[in-house]
């Protein structure tokens, strides 16, 4: 590397779903991802204190998280000043075209399937990565 260049961040998905076997099978996707997953419960997302948040390059939040919805942690996501521009894909087992729009207008960048599918992910992954290098 040379002088005056900063090193990337490491690139991190973090995985926000209130089932712990779904969460156990998003951080089996690590290996085939190529990339550190991280898993929590909605309870342990932290958008001022936890570094695995705040060094995310990607999160994959659950529509329904249990004591709260999703689209409010989607909001609070966009409303942060550092996480903001973070790409978000929401996951759903049923993934209606009502939720699928709603989910976009509140600034997902994707919605996806659980679940949870590698070769899903990566696409989804990769295309969000090109429209934002294209832009």
Same mark, same amino acid.
């Given at each position: ?28 996707? #690590?290996?085939?991802?190529? =990339? *550190? $997953? /991280? ?12 570094e695995e948040v705040l060094s995310a390059t990607a999160f994959i939040i659950s529509w329904d998280l249990g004591i709260r ?11 942060? #000043?550092?996480?903001?521009? =973070? *790409? $978000? /894909? ?30 899903e992910l990566r696409a989804k992954l990769t295309a969000i990565e090109t ?5």
């Amino acid at each position: 590397m040379s002088e005056g260049q900063e090193e990337a961040p490491p690139k991190s998905v973090v995985v926000v779903d209130p089932d712990p076997g779904c969460r156990n099978r998003a951080e089996d996707l #690590e290996d085939d991802l190529e =990339i *550190p $997953v /991280i898993a929590m419960d909605s309870m342990d997302f932290e958008t001022e204190s936890s570094e695995e948040v705040l060094s995310a390059t990607a999160f994959i939040i659950s529509w329904d998280l249990g004591i709260r919805s999703g689209l409010d942690l989607l909001e609070e996501i966009r409303r942060h #000043e550092v996480l903001s521009g =973070i *790409p $978000v /894909i929401i996951a759903t087992d049923t993934p209606l075209a009502s939720m699928v729009k709603c989910a976009m207008r509140h600034g997902a960048d994707s919605v996806c399937l659980k679940p949870y599918d590698v070769d899903e992910l990566r696409a989804k992954l990769t295309a969000i990565e090109t429209a934002k290098q294209a832009a």
